[in-house]
């Protein structure tokens, strides 16, 4: 992870300035740009894309999560993670929808901002806990518990270890299958539950009640 390229795309431009000096920092951080909007963000991507990029949800003239999903379509490996204050956790589960792998608040500190940008980077998500336990909790109120005809019992099984943070090497070591076959029935899960990535896994199974909070 060296010479990154970052985009932060957020209407406050002092915010902006104060997240994008302190980014410079990091000495893996090579260029960080900046956008206002989610519209100001899309012309961006069309000349370079970055490594990560991340986006605030409430702007003028195109909202994060309209941007997010205009981004992902065209480019589904896109690492985008939310900045976000407390607000409606509606906002969220449409961002993960939107294919956000990562939520940090904005009142974070600098260690969740770094620690964001080295999960994503290895392909992992990222939640500030408290962000990521308000939205399981509303989701967990809001759900009965179900059943799902479509998933299988290993399926089950697999979704369970996904929510315990298990690898797929991990969760084949455990289960004694190869990893191949654990690939194989992730890339079904996800094709089942319409997630887009881990975190929509996660939110499908506190919805479901495979995991509780």
Do not use: W
Request: proline letters at 2%; hydrophobic letters at 40%; one cysteine or more.
């Amino acid at each position: 992870m060296d010479n990154l390229s970052i985009i932060l795309v957020d209407d406050h431009k002092l915010f902006r300035e104060g997240l994008k000096s302190l980014m410079e920092n990091f000495t893996y951080v090579g260029h960080v740009q900046e956008a206002s909007n989610g519209r100001e963000f899309l012309q961006l991507l069309d000349k370079s894309t970055p490594d990560v990029v991340f986006m605030d949800i409430e702007m003028p003239e195109m909202d994060g999560i309209t941007a997010t999903r205009k981004a992902i379509d065209a480019f589904p490996d896109l690492n985008v993670v939310a900045l976000s204050m407390y607000g409606n956790e509606n906002y969220y589960t449409q961002m993960i929808n939107a294919g956000a792998k990562g939520f940090i608040l904005k009142n974070s500190g600098i260690q969740d901002v770094e620690n964001a940008i080295q999960n994503v980077m290895s392909g992992n998500n990222y939640f500030s806990q408290e962000i990521f336990q308000r939205l399981i909790q509303g989701l967990a109120k809001k759900q009965q518990k179900t059943t799902n005809p479509e998933l299988s019992a290993r399926e089950e099984e697999i979704v369970f270890l996904i929510c315990k943070g298990l690898s797929n090497q991990e969760i084949a070591d455990k289960l004694y299958l190869s990893k191949r076959t654990v690939d194989k029935h992730r890339e079904n899960i996800l094709s089942k539950t319409h997630s887009k990535n881990t975190a929509g896994i996660v939110m499908y199974a506190v919805k479901n009640g495979i995991v509780e909070v």
